[in-house]
């Protein structure tokens, strides 16, 4: 059973910078898709970014892209989320979340149902 536990949550100010953490246990396929979403109150859960496990070629929304960093520790299947410039819009609870046995397709791997195991969510709040 895949097992997903995020870090590293919290409060910053506008401009500010937060590490996103999510240890990742339970995997049984070389290759799986590992992923960040996020989710507001009252908006649906949106894709941040993702990694294949085992490769160094992240994918980002375009909301993220320059700003957010995704890296991955191979020996232990921890992945980071490095985010900068953080502005208000990106307070939301993010989420770790593992599709097994897949590449991160970029037709579907912002698409939540693809994923069938996802950690608790840990806070971002981001004050202006």
């Known amino acids: 059973q895949v097992h997903l536990v995020e870090s590293g949550g919290g409060s910053v100010q506008a401009g500010g910078s937060l590490r996103l953490s999510c240890a990742v246990s339970?995997?049984?396929?070389?290759?799986?898709?590992l992923g960040w979403f996020r989710q507001s109150p009252g908006k649906e859960r949106e894709a941040v970014a993702a990694?294949?496990?085992?490769?160094?070629?992240?994918v980002y929304a375009d909301s993220v892209m320059g700003r957010f960093t995704l890296s991955q520790l191979y020996a232990n299947n921890t992945i980071f989320l490095q985010m900068a410039s953080l502005n208000p819009e990106d307070t939301a609870m993010y989420y770790c979340?593992?599709?097994?046995?897949?590449?991160?397709?970029?037709?579907?791997?912002?698409?939540?149902?693809?994923?069938?195991?996802w950690g608790q969510g840990t806070q971002v709040t981001v004050s202006s």
């Open positions: 979340a593992a599709a097994g046995g897949t590449f991160c397709r970029s037709t579907h791997w912002t698409t939540p149902h693809m994923y069938n195991a």
């Open positions: 339970g995997l049984s396929n070389q290759w799986n898709c």
């Open positions: 990694i294949t496990t085992g490769t160094n070629f992240p």
